[in-house]
């Protein structure tokens, strides 16, 4: 089963990024791809999960990392 691995205000850390294994530039990308879809501003709070799965502050899904990269 998925687990959050972020979930706090401000930009995901280094080590989302290495839980992912994705580089941080990368998931800087996909995090504004995926909040520009969803219609969210940049400063929206989203939830991160272990799949690479996206949820915004009322839990729905609203992306993928692994996709947008």
Same mark, same amino acid.
């Given at each position: 089963?998925?687990?959050?691995? &972020?979930?706090?205000?401000? @930009?995901?850390?280094?080590?989302? !990024?290495?839980?992912?294994?994705?580089?941080?530039?990368?998931?800087? +990308?996909?995090?504004? !791809?995926?909040?520009? @879809? !969803?219609?969210?501003?940049?400063?929206?709070?989203?939830?991160? &999960? +272990?799949?690479?799965?996206?949820?915004?502050?009322? +839990?729905?899904?609203?992306?993928?990392?692994? @996709?947008?990269?």
């Amino acid at each position: 089963m998925p687990r959050i691995i &972020w979930s706090r205000p401000g @930009n995901p850390t280094r080590a989302v !990024a290495r839980a992912l294994g994705v580089s941080h530039p990368q998931l800087g +990308d996909a995090i504004h !791809a995926i909040k520009k @879809n !969803a219609r969210l501003r940049p400063h929206d709070n989203v939830s991160i &999960w +272990d799949d690479g799965s996206v949820a915004d502050a009322t +839990d729905e899904l609203i992306g993928n990392i692994y @996709n947008e990269i």
